[in-house]
């Protein structure tokens, strides 16, 4: 088998020895000659995973004490429904920072439980820059913010110093690099992009953030409900868990966060170096902005399209291709693509411009 290098932007690349890991587990777990995804949820074997998964969340993002690790179902689509559920008080506000499609469902989302402000928005420039110097209004419930925008390849660099309570959309650059998870009532991430296969979505929440709305809230959409079952309150997606378990295990026995930052910024220096230096190819995000996950690039002259394309997909590159909204190319560097994997797209672009520049 030929290697692929796979920019897919998610579901995404995992690393080998994980997929092996999880295959072997999908026949025999545990040796028990059982199936992980043919046992009971709540035997100790699987408990085992939940924990360790937990833990892992914990030790990595060095979550402080006072917030519970949550791993539901419904995606992060449904997690733009939860905040205002479970954050929005009943005659209440909530801010809301639009920096794309994600960032404009979550607000979509809210704007049925009350008054939803929109304190700043890229919506002018086709979302290519993350706005900065806006007022946060002091009297709303909180502040959403999508740290990462997947679509459109921009990035907070620095995350809004905000006196109301902060709620953030990390689906796509969780895990990439250090965050203060202190400085937020609640995280949420689809475990996609950056975690494991589709089908968990993990939430870092604030346990005292809770239960200040007012609202009844539908049993199944009440953090307050995961966190009293412990993620367990009915049958958890196993095999998500399972597979983002040994992700996060991969990532800290390769040194953890600070060292995966460190590559993805490796990586991500050397792609936009070569956008900004290569005259075939123009970068579409503002350049301080630009994310280190995701990076968005259009061709010069679109009429080589074609060639392009044969080039990169003969040099067994895979998922290269920009969002709908976007058009060009978007390259997902996620944790588990390799620097090498970069290093053929760049060698692809020079070769293009040896060629037709
Ligand atoms: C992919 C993505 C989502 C949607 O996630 P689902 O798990 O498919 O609901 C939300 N936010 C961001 C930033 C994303 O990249």
């Known amino acids: 088998m030929s290697k692929v290098h796979n920019f897919s932007a998610g579901p995404c690349i995992l690393p080998q020895e994980v997929l092996k890991q999880a295959s072997d587990a999908v026949i025999n777990f545990n040796n028990l000659n059982l199936s992980l995804i043919e046992i009971s949820h709540r035997s100790k074997d699987f408990i085992a995973v939940m924990d360790k998964a937990q833990a892992l969340v914990k030790e990595l993002l060095n979550v402080p004490d006072g917030y519970s ?16 559920y479970n954050y929005m008080k009943i005659g209440g506000k909530a801010a809301y ?91 949420y991430a689809g475990a996609q992009k950056n ?38 309150f009915n049958t958890p997606p196993v095999f998500s868990i399972y597979v983002s378990m040994l992700t996060l295990q991969w990532l800290k026995d390769n040194g953890g966060v600070s060292w ?34 995701n990076s968005t690039f259009i061709l010069n002259n679109e009429s080589l399209k074609d060639e392009f394309d044969k080039m990169w997909k003969a040099a067994g590159i895979s998922g290269i291709v920009g969002h709908r909204d976007v058009g060009g190319y978007r390259a997902s560097m996620y944790n588990a693509l390799p620097i090498e994997s970069v290093q053929a797209l760049v060698d692809v672009m020079k070769e293009f411009a040896v060629k037709f520049g």
């Open 69 to 84: 690790i949550l791993f539901l179902q419904g995606g992060a689509s449904l997690g733009f429904l939860e905040v205002p």
């Open 195 to 232: 975690m494991g296969p589709a089908g968990t979505t993990l939430y870092i929440v604030k346990d005292s953030s809770l239960g200040k709305t007012g609202r009844n809230i539908p049993t199944m959409l009440d953090l307050a409900t995961h966190i009293k079952g412990e993620s367990m």
């Open 260 to 293: 995966i930052e460190g590559i993805n910024q490796q990586k991500a220096d050397l792609l936009y170096n070569e956008i900004d230096n290569n005259p075939m190819f123009v970068g579409t995000a503002n350049k301080v902005d630009r994310s280190n996950m």
């Open 97 to 187: 920072v639009n920096t794309g499609v994600w960032a404009s469902k979550a607000l979509k989302e809210a704007k049925g439980f009350g008054e939803v402000i929109e304190v700043a928005s890229s919506k002018d420039k086709n979302f290519n820059y993350i706005p900065k110097n806006y007022q946060i209004p002091i009297d709303a419930d909180y502040l959403h913010i999508t740290t990462n925008n997947t679509i459109f390849g921009t990035q907070f660099k620095n995350i809004p110093i905000s006196r109301i309570p902060l709620i953030a959309d990390m689906s796509s650059d969780i895990f990439s690099k250090q965050v203060n998870v202190s400085q937020f009532d609640m995280i």
